[in-house]
């Protein structure tokens, strides 16, 4: 809800809202399947809606780019194929390719209108679109997914929004299936898991259609999202087996900047609280 100086997002399943004072409605589409509106904000750069959803800030967006990108490619040994569902902002894609090893990202996104907004309003994170190693598709990421080669990608990105509308479809085991199908033996899986704060029991559920898949294991790393409910968001890995060690020397020496992202910072991350830990069943 948005009056003439103040965005609001009331967020039913917490019982929450967060609000940004506003100067203006920049742009707005509607897509084939979403509303989408950018609006200038006096304190956090432009703000990109979808169907009224908050999905970034200028300011704050890096929490969340570098927390679903970096753990995951750090924790991998050697990642080189990389496949990202969703994301048409990019800026996972930019964190992605970052690192110098990664051979091709794809990146899938149903609605190419996110991605041309995001070009013109959020320039800085389509920084990497243009490399040569990036490849940009807009297309059913699901139907993407189950026709990819059977054990060719070394890590699935699933930077979705929440698991309603076109992203339902993203949270259940037949989707896990098809990833399961396409990972190498080695790889992982790393999926946007909402809030650790007060969405528990959506994350318990993703984990549990992610074992129906055939996962056995999963590490769930929460982080500061200011711009999402609760202030408190997560991402969770998962793979066919063993453990999440790090490389954390690497993480360490990264020859990249981030604003966020550090080893100390994936290393704490991973420690969860004890509320936390009790509540996920692992």
Known sequence: MTDTNWHYEPF????????FRITRKLDEVQSPFQKIEIFESTDWG?????????MLTTDDNFFYHEMIAHPVLFTHRDPKR?????????????????HKGVEKAT????DEQVTRMAEKYF??????NNDPRAELLFDDGLAYVKNLAENSVDVIIVDSTDPIGPAEGLFNA???????RALKDDGLLVQQSESPLKLLGLINQMRDEMRKAGFTTFQTLPFPQPCYPTGWWSVTMARKS??????????AAKPFATKYYTADIHRGAASLPPFVKAALKD
Do not use: H, W, Y
């Open 123 to 128: 320039p800085e994170l389509c920084e990497s």
């Open 82 to 98: 990389v496949v990202i569902i969703g994301g048409g902002d990019c800026g996972t894609l930019r964190e992605v390719l970052k």
């Open 107 to 110: 990146q899938c996104d149903i």
């Open 46 to 54: 432009n703000l990109m809606l979808i169907d009224g959803a908050m």
């Open 242 to 251: 063993g453990g999440f060690d790090f490389r954390e020397a690497d993480a």
């Open 174 to 180: 037949e989707f896990f299936a098809d990833c399961m």
């Open 12 to 19: 039913e399943p917490t019982g929450s809202a967060i609000g």
